[in-house]
Each structure stands twice: as structure tokens, then as C-alpha cells.
């Protein structure tokens, strides 16, 4: 397995964190848990070679081949499987803040759901689709899905900035500020806040702050050889150990022992390059 990172085109800098072309001539390996966790952000996936599955709660899901795919953020692990042939595939993660900017409608009806591009944008999507799928060229794929959504983001032309201030607050301080406290700082109440942000997120500001908190520790110790996550020195993000345990379970599914014991190579690899 191997990843390759792509530039994003400027236009683009403040909707998408990250461009990935993600390649392995066996596909996803079963013996690894491949497991994804949890992220304050949408992603756009263009399945080119091999077809994708998805496991969540024991139930797999398969997706076809040339249908873009959109996933909207979720609030808990799912694993990844795929074809055991050859598997090509682009991987679009967008900023906490760029998904409402790109896709025309309130966001919390894709929260913890898969979504097809097509649905949402019809027949514009149907073109690009099939463009796609006469091309193998991560660069060329890349190139005709940005330009897609500089239209889109152009077209819809939205911005919030309550969202924006609320969002940069709680990333600056990795998920530790108390949500309230932001509140009262801007002089808007935690029920129009959290209304703003089940439409432009999809989810609370409580939510995308504990991800956030979450995702300081994953991030570092995916890109170590660490093997216990309390000898990463991130654990003052965190009440107390079992504060940290209750959470960590939520969002992986294991405890941080058996976790970390786990082959999950699939999910580390989209961090050593952040």
C-alpha cells in the first residue's frame, strides 16, 4: 500500500485540507483491521480501480467503481475493505469549514452517511463521472474534481462567519477550550450556535471540539512507532485517564491497549505525510 499527496489548487486552500492517491496492487489487506476513525471533517472519494466496501457496526457495504462518493462526517470507527485485486483510488478530505462551502444542502443530512455526487449534483456530476472514467491519471482526476468545485464553491458563494471563529477557536486550542466560553466571548447562545453548526457542519460544537482533541493524539502517534498512547505526552488534553479511555473507545471501538496492538497500517498511512 502507498499514498501519494497532491497539490490543491488555491482557490481551494481554505475547502480542502488534503489530496490523496491511494494505490495497492492486492487491494486493502484483510489482516489489516483497516480501520478509519473519526474526523470534523466531510471527504470526497473517486473509486477508480477496485470497488470499495465499507464495515460498520458488522454490516458491509459496497460501492460501485467510477461513482464518486461523498461522506459526511462521522461520529464513530468504520473499517474499510476492498477488492483483493488492484485498487486505485482519490481521496478529497475537506476542512471542518469547506464542506458547506462546496455542497448545497444543510450538512447534518450527511452526517454518518455515504453519499453518492451524482444525487447531489445531477447531471453535471453524471458528466464528470464519465469523463473520470476514461482516465487512470491521479493529476488529470484531481485536476477536473477541483475545477468542479471551484464552481460549485463559486456558484453558492456562502460564507459564516460565526461557524468560521467557532471552528478556528476550538482547532487552535486542539478540542481543550470550554465551548461556552467561546459562546460568550461572541454574545450568541450555545442553541443558535449549535443550530449554525448542525447546518454548516454537521454536528455540535461539542462534537467537532472532542474530535479535535481526539485527533491531536491519533495524528501523533500515527506518525511515530510509539506503541502505548499515554507515552505520546498529550494526555493533559484530557480530564483523566478514563476521561481519555471513555473517549478513545467511542471513536476507535477498542480500549488504547488492544488498539495499538492492532495491525491498522490502512489507517495510520493517511498521517505520515500531515
Excluded at 483491521?33 to 470499495?52: C, D, M, Y
Excluded at 465499507?54 to 475493505?81: A, C, N, Q
Excluded at 471552528?167 to 449554525?196: C, P, T
Amino acid at each position: 500500500m502507498k499514498i501519494l499527496s497532491l497539490k490543491i489548487r488555491p482557490e481551494l486552500a481554505q475547502i480542502i485540507e488534503s489530496i490523496w492517491w491511494f494505490e495497492s496492487e492486492v487491494g486493502i489487506p484483510m489482516t489489516d483491521s483497516s480501520i478509519v476513525v473519526p474526523h470534523s471533517s466531510a471527504k470526497l472519494i473517486v473509486p477508480v480501480r477496485g470497488k470499495l466496501k465499507t464495515e460498520e457496526f458488522d454490516l458491509m457495504r459496497e460501492y460501485p467503481i467510477s461513482k464518486i462518493l461523498v461522506t459526511g462526517i462521522w461520529d464513530h470507527p468504520v473499517s474499510i475493505r476492498s477488492s483483493d485485486f488492484q485498487i486505485n483510488t482519490l481521496i478529497f478530505r475537506f476542512t471542518t469549514i469547506g464542506g458547506y462551502q462546496i455542497f448545497p444542502f444543510p450538512l447534518h443530512e450527511s452526517t454518518n452517511k455515504i453519499l453518492y455526487f451524482s444525487d447531489i449534483f445531477g447531471k453535471s456530476a453524471e458528466k464528470l463521472e464519465e469523463t473520470l472514467s476514461k482516465s487512470n491519471d491521479p493529476y488529470q482526476i484531481s485536476d477536473c474534481i477541483q475545477e468542479f468545485l471551484i464552481c460549485s464553491k463559486n456558484l453558492l458563494n456562502r460564507e459564516n462567519r460565526i461557524v468560521n471563529f467557532v471552528v478556528e477557536q476550538i482547532q487552535l486550542q486542539r478540542g481543550q477550550h470550554f465551548i461556552q466560553d467561546i459562546f460568550e466571548d461572541i454574545g450568541y447562545s450555545k442553541r443558535y450556535i449549535d443550530k449554525l453548526f448542525l447546518s454548516y457542519v454537521g454536528v455540535s460544537p461539542k462534537i467537532v471540539s472532542s474530535m479535535e482533541r481526539f485527533q491531536s493524539i491519533y495524528k501523533t502517534w500515527a506518525k511515530t512507532d510509539i506503541l502505548h498512547f499515554q507515552k505520546l505526552g498529550l494526555l493533559d488534553l484530557y480530564y483523566d485517564q478514563a476521561h481519555f479511555i471513555k473517549e478513545f473507545k467511542k471513536y476507535t471501538g477498542q480500549t488504547p491497549g488492544r488498539f495499538s496492538s492492532n495491525n491498522n497500517q490502512f489507517g495510520k498511512l493517511f498521517y505520515k505525510n500531515l
